[in-house]
């Protein structure tokens, strides 16, 4: 089971990114997928969740009307489409994925972004 985040990088304030979450090692139509973020000396907080089929999602509401999360379950891949970035949004980004079908979740290793001018 691997989930392996990417993307990542510096953008200035205004400016957008596009992170994916390459899944391998299990069935991904299975799995609800999510997006956290953790800034230092910040807990891990979600950002967005998407269902198995993909045909609800859900935001916090600091990214609400900026971030869109999506998935390609044939490329087996999650994706959190970010734009009009804020410094606020600074953080290691990271995506997990949970069963339908049991308790069982597992966390990529992370994706830094920083939002800089």
């Known amino acids: 089971v691997q989930l392996v985040e990417s993307g990542g990088g510096l953008v200035q304030p205004g400016g957008s990114l596009k992170l994916s979450c390459a899944a391998s090692?299990?069935?991904?139509?299975?799995?609800?997928m999510s997006w956290y973020r953790q800034a230092p000396g910040r807990e891990r907080e979600l950002v967005a969740a998407?269902?198995?089929?993909?045909?609800?999602?859900s935001y916090a509401n600091s990214v609400k009307g900026r971030f869109t999360i999506s998935r390609d379950n044939a490329e087996n891949t999650a994706y959190l489409q970010m734009n009009s970035l804020k410094p606020e949004d600074t953080a290691v980004y990271y995506c997990?994925?949970?069963?339908?079908?049991?308790?069982?979740?597992?966390w990529g290793q992370g994706t830094q972004v920083t939002v800089s001018s």
């Open positions: 997990k994925g949970c069963s339908d079908y049991s308790s069982f979740c597992f």
């Open positions: 090692g299990f069935t991904f139509s299975n799995n609800a």
């Open positions: 998407i269902t198995s089929a993909g045909d609800s999602t």
